[in-house]
């Protein structure tokens, strides 16, 4: 049985694509559970000047693909409202605090706020000061939700940060990376903590190295502008791989809480090696992709929005090593891109020779498929780990456990209202990974790239390969 929430969700951006794709589904699944009932409202903002209905109607619209129940979805939308606004103009604030006020007391939410900026970051340091000072925080929690892009560098996330941390302290702000809300992510620290024997050989004893693979079929669609700002260091590497790192990489917490688990995660990142400039090149590669061998798909350089002469990396694969006890000496091979040939998260841990002390064949491999397969699996030198070595890695024995996957964002939204941390990142793991992650900009800014460098559809440059073979290693995924 759902514990129900109690809620005024107010959604900067509330027109916009996130808001529709991923924010209203997510809450009407939760409706669906019976985790948002009666308590809840939601106010929508943007600058244009829908009506309560036509913004209902887009609400609904959204669900279409989820669900044919137009009652319930009905029902749904009438816990929505909305609120023309222009977050840089301090007289809206107090139509939206007086808004939110009477929908407290409508919907006898307890006065708890979810601020969601789904805006540009360039506004995300005027909406929260604009909630201090025009007084919108209540006696109730009040919890602010951003989305990646935390900064564009060190530098940038320290001013943001600065700006949010004067109406917010760090506790009350959400830093969503929704990798961190997929099942297999948030399932992993479970599965390590619930198998002695893997826990036992997660160190540099047994791991001869780990690796990490977010791919992506797609090129850049329709968000060429955004991208071209970006690059794939600063979209996945900067934030969905580094946590996937700190998940695998940290010790054992004290307890399953957030602090706990936080505190053995900043271990992790406090231990980055961050690479010197002249190290850049050696340990990590970029591309951009070209057209496909059938010349049906374009090249990077000619996507809209994109500079035809454009030096921003589609792919990259790196080596990350940590320095501590634990981990010294094993790499952590990352790579990411767009246009390779199947979408896939996936993380390889590669044991050596002397796992067999542990009861598994030298040199075995366990996968954990976070994506795209419905109802993620474990394989053990791919083969299903129920048909593996049970002894070694064991999962719960429930043959329905994975029908309980639910998506990303309906894992977060639950985490957001329960005032659970442990799946969002934290001020001082983002500061780690900006630092680490800075160096290699500078360095490839500071020289030109042969681009385009990878046909669409393949697995990147052949120097990701070389990366690992340098090692004597290889991908273990390769198509
Ligand atoms: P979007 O579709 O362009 O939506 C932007 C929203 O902001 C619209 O509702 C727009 O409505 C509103 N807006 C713009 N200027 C405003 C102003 N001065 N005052 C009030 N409202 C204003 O963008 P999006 O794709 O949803 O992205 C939103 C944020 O989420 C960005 O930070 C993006 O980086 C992040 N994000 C998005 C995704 C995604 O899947 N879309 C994924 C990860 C992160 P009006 O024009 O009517 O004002």
């Not at 940290?250 to 399953?256: Q, S």
């Not at 009861?359 to 030298?362: E, F, Q």
């Given at each position: 049985m759902a514990n129900e929430k109690r809620a005024v969700f107010i959604i900067f951006?509330?027109?916009?694509d996130l808001a529709h794709r991923k924010l209203y589904p997510a809450l009407y699944n939760l409706y669906k559970t019976g985790d948002l009932k009666e308590h809840f409202a939601v106010i929508g903002t943007a600058r244009r000047p829908w009506s309560d209905d036509y913004y209902r109607s887009t609400v609904v619209e959204s669900l279409k693909d989820i669900d044919d129940d137009e009652k319930m979805m009905e029902e749904f939308a009438k816990h929505f409202f909305y609120q023309s606004h222009d977050v840089t103009d301090s007289d809206h604030y107090i139509a939206l605090k007086q808004l939110a006020a009477k929908l407290d007391d409508q919907f006898d939410t307890g006065s708890n706020r979810v601020y969601y900026m789904a805006i540009a970051p360039r506004f995300f340091g005027t909406v929260a000061e604009h909630i201090n000072s025009e007084g919108l925080k209540t006696n109730g929690f009040n919890r602010l939700v951003i989305e990646k892009?935390?900064?564009?560098s060190f530098d940038s996330a320290c001013e943001l940060n600065s700006s949010l941390t004067k109406t917010f302290s760090e506790e009350e702000i959400y830093r969503m990376d929704h990798y961190l809300g997929k099942f297999m992510v948030q399932q992993f620290t479970n599965i390590r903590l619930n198998n002695p024997q893997l826990e036992k050989a997660l160190n540099n004893q047994y791991v001869s190295n780990v690796q990490v693979t977010l791919s992506e079929s797609l090129g850049v669609e329709d968000r060429g502008g955004y991208y071209e700002t970006a690059g794939v260091l600063r979209d996945m590497i900067q934030n969905h791989i580094m946590q996937i790192i700190g998940a695998v990489a940290?010790?054992?917490?004290?307890?399953?809480d957030s602090d706990s688990i936080h505190e053995v995660k900043r271990d992790v990142f406090d231990s980055l090696k961050v690479l010197q400039p002249d190290e850049v090149d050696r340990d990590f590669v970029r591309g951009q992709y070209d057209e496909d061998a059938t010349g049906k798909l374009k090249a990077y350089r000619d996507e809209d929005n994109v500079d035809p002469k454009s030096n921003i990396e589609t792919f990259a694969a790196g080596k990350i090593m940590l320095e501590n006890s634990r981990w010294d000496n094993v790499p952590f091979y990352v790579r990411s891109g767009k246009r390779m040939p199947v979408k896939s998260s996936r993380i390889d841990i590669v044991f050596n020779d002397k796992i067999k002390e542990l009861?598994?064949?030298?040199n075995t491999t366990v996968i954990f498929l976070i994506e795209p397969e419905n109802g993620s699996s474990i394989l053990v030198n791919g083969i299903d780990y129920k048909e593996a070595n049970q002894d070694f890695i064991s999962f719960p024995e429930d043959p329905h456990f994975f029908d309980n996957e639910r998506e990303a964002y309906e894992n977060l939204m639950i985490d957001i209202l329960d005032g659970n941390k442990i799946h969002f990142t934290l001020w001082n793991e983002l500061q780690n990974a900006w630092k680490y992650v800075d160096v290699i900009r500078n360095q490839w800014d500071n020289e030109t790239p042969d681009f385009p460098n990878y046909m669409s559809k393949?697995?990147?440059?052949?120097a990701a390969a070389e990366l690992l073979e340098r090692d004597g290693n290889s991908w273990v995924w390769d198509d």
């Open positions: 951006g509330g027109s916009g892009p935390f900064g564009r940290m010790d054992k917490p004290a307890k399953l009861g598994l064949n030298p393949t697995m990147g440059p052949d």
